[in-house]
Each structure stands twice: as structure tokens, then as C-alpha cells.
């Protein structure tokens, strides 16, 4: 039932082996490069942001990390095939033929963003929500070009809520907190020898 569900929905997204041009490009361009952002923001959230700011970033982080490690383990013990791979249509990112469930870019982005999402900081909330949106965009450019299907998707934000509730249990917070001030402490003593060194 769920795969029959996963082969429409999938048919109804996935874009046609004469894709070609502007289109393309801006598909390949959301696939491949889109993810990067994701850890972009956090670095600004640190190096701009305030402590609650840099304890969102230091969340979110931890969240991710989490996250990939989900996502890695299971595509390793369940072997789920690509689009590609079974259906006949073109493979537009050249990607290898392992397990597409779930989606490694989007758990990336959505484990951020939800992580991002749970501060209280209002600048790091607004950037949680940029990772959301940029994890469900690349997600569907990632169906649209053949790599995935629309429920490995799914699963990808399913393992990003997973690390990220676990990421803001009593643990993760003592542990996020901790390695916060550990970060700033060094944040600071790495800014006062620069400018130690330029004098």
C-alpha cells in the first residue's frame, strides 16, 4: 500500500528525461548545493548571535550530528532502492545506486531547523524556519530529479524530529549547555589573540 502510494506520488512529481536548461539548473542547483546554507546560518547565529543564539546553534548542531548518524545506520540495515534504480527514468544527479531512504540532505536541513525551531531565541526560530523550508525545497528537487522518493522524505523529517526531541531531553540540554560555554570560552580567547597579534 505505502509503496504504491510512494510509485504515484513519485510519478506525479518526478520531471521528464527532456528536462533541460533553466529548469534544470535550478533543480540541480536546490539538490546539491541548497544544503550548505543549513550550516551557513549557524555559523552566523555563533559568530553574530548572542548566548541563546549560540546555545540554539550548539542544539542544532548536536541535532544534526544526531540526526545523519540515524539516517546513516539505517539506510545501511534496510536496502531501499532509488527511483532510478527500479522505475525507468533518468537519473539527473549521476547519483550511486545505495539505499535512498532516508534522504541525507533533508535530514540535515530539517534536523537543524526543528532544533532551530525549539529556541526561545526569535532570530534563531526565524532561521529554523529557513531550514525547514530549505530542507521540504530540496527534498522535492531531489524527487523531481529521480534520487528520491516523496516518503524518504517523510522519513528524513521523521529521524530530524527524533534527534532533535532527543537533543532537548534533560541530557541533551546539560550537554548542549556545557559544550555552549566551552565554545564561547574559546570563541573569545581565539578573537583576543587575533587582536592581540595585530597589535
Not at 505505502?2 to 513519485?10: I, Q
Not at 540554539?56 to 532502492?81: F, Q
Not at 550511486?96 to 531565541?121: M, V
Request: proline share 4%; charged share 10%; net charge positive.
Amino acid at each position: 500500500m505505502f509503496e504504491t502510494f510512494n510509485n504515484r506520488l513519485f510519478e506525479a512529481i518526478a520531471a521528464a528525461p527532456t528536462l533541460s536548461g533553466a529548469q534544470l539548473n535550478f533543480a540541480m542547483l536546490l539538490a546539491q548545493s541548497a544544503v550548505y546554507l543549513g550550516p551557513f546560518m549557524l555559523a552566523l547565529l555563533w559568530i553574530f548571535g548572542t548566548h541563546a543564539e549560540r546555545r540554539a546553534a550548539v542544539d542544532a548542531g548536536l541535532s544534526t550530528l544526531l540526526a545523519l548518524a540515524l539516517a546513516v545506520a539505517i539506510s545501511s540495515l534496510w536496502m531501499h532502492p532509488r527511483p532510478f534504480a527500479i522505475l525507468q527514468i533518468r537519473n539527473f544527479l549521476s547519483h550511486a545506486r545505495d539505499s535512498s531512504f532516508p534522504s541525507n540532505h533533508s535530514t540535515l536541513l530539517f534536523a537543524l531547523g526543528f532544533a532551530l525551531l525549539a529556541s526561545a531565541s526569535i532570530p534563531s526560530r526565524r532561521a529554523g524556519a529557513c531550514a525547514v523550508f530549505l530542507g521540504l525545497s530540496v527534498g522535492w528537487a531531489r524527487i523531481y530529479l529521480g534520487a528520491h522518493y516523496p516518503l524518504d522524505i517523510v522519513g528524513a523529517a521523521g529521524v530530524a524530529a527524533a534527534s532533535s526531541l532527543t537533543v532537548s531531553s534533560p541530557v541533551g540540554r546539560t550537554i548542549g549547555a556545557r559544550l555552549t560555554i566551552w565554545g564561547e570560552h574559546l570563541f573569545g580567547w581565539s578573537i583576543a589573540s587575533n587582536l592581540c597579534r595585530r597589535r
